[in-house]
């Protein structure tokens, strides 16, 4: 009894360990907002394509992640909701438990304090209203994939540079990958700073996922 119990958990804690690695739990992040390329992958995460690939290829070997082939590129994807469900749950464990997490988020997204947030379903109420321009500020593989409906798409730090095309007399809510990600942030200070009223959304596209709303896809 004992010999099974011994090749049973290490098989359960076997996800985990695919998980345990910083670089590979960014890889499952990304792929929360959808699927993409090993190349893609690799320039999101700041890694060569040879490392990204031994990464994947650890989470492909957990059944984490499956793959597709498209001409000589692999397109990567989680394997099921469940693996998104799983790293919203590993997330919100290590943010309730980790010590100093709240300051290596401070150090990494800088002082929010005078930023303001929106909750998920405080924007669902003005959606139907209509009385609020969502802005999706992740790169636009990530927007393609699944998206608010309704949400307008500005590639990361791309506002200042569109903001002639942001009508003025309006709240922007503006959203990213999640509560670790600084897009949405940097997003917010550009318009604030261009006098436009904006706040960011708490939580990103997985979470409005998670709690059942819709999403739309395509450009």
């Known amino acids: 009894m004992r010999r099974a119990e011994d090749v049973l958990y290490p098989a359960l804690a076997s996800t985990a360990k695919a998980m345990g690695n910083g670089r590979r739990a960014e890889l499952v992040d990304v792929l929360a907002q959808g699927e993409r390329s090993v190349q893609e992958l690799a320039l999101s995460i700041g890694q060569s394509v040879a490392n990204t690939s031994q990464h994947l290829h650890v989470l492909l070997d957990a059944g984490l992640v499956t793959t597709r ?3 000589t590129r692999v397109h990567y ?4 909701p469940a693996v998104a469900d ?11 438990h980790v010590e100093r997490l709240d300051e290596l988020a401070h150090d990494y997204l800088g002082d929010r304090a005078s930023l303001g947030a929106m909750s998920r379903d405080e924007l669902a109420e003005h959606l139907t209203r209509k009385d609020v321009v969502v802005l999706d500020v992740r790169p636009e593989a990530e927007f393609a994939a699944g998206h608010i409906p309704g949400a307008v798409h500005v590639s990361p730090g791309e506002v200042a540079a569109r ?3 942001l009508p003025e007399g309006v709240t922007y809510v503006a959203y990213c990958r999640g509560p670790f990600c600084v897009y949405s942030d940097d997003a917010v200070r ?16 997985p979470e409005w996922r998670a709690d059942g709303r819709p999403v739309q896809t395509g450009a």
Do not use: K, M, P
Request: aromatic letters at 2%.
């Open 69 to 71: 082939a498209e001409g």
């Open 77 to 80: 994807s989680l394997s099921s």
């Open 86 to 96: 799983l790293w919203l749950a590993l997330r919100g464990v290590a943010q309730a």
């Open 163 to 165: 903001l002639a095309e």
């Open 190 to 205: 550009e318009l604030s700073d261009a006098g436009r009223d904006a706040v960011r959304l708490d939580g990103g596209l």
